[in-house]
């Protein structure tokens, strides 16, 4: 009699200790393998991100084309000779909520792709 109900009782308590206590139970396994997968996409993420800066700084580094459009659009760069013209809106016919066009800046560091 006492084998019959002890027996299946202490293999009862080591399944469940084995699925869900401790350190290693099935959701502490299943956390950890979605936590995984989310490192390993943004892994993926920043692999790409560093990929297309890496090709943005040779680029930098090899095309005065490029330097010379960066310098133009950025810092109002002119080559001599040439006459620069800002067309700006007045003050007065800025709307309340409209933003200034001073004020927003020109990201023209990186193209679209490296976003």
Known sequence: MVKRVILPALIGLSVYFALFGGEYSVFEVRRVRAERAEYEERLVALEQT???LRAWAETLQ???ATIE???RERYGMIR???ILYRITES???ESAD???TDSVP???VQDSECR
């Open 91 to 93: 003050r007065d016919s």
């Open 62 to 64: 090899s095309d005065s």
């Open 80 to 82: 001599e000779g040439e």
């Open 106 to 108: 020109r990201d023209s």
């Open 50 to 52: 560093n990929d297309c």
């Open 69 to 71: 459009r960066l310098a």
């Open 98 to 100: 409209s933003v200034p």
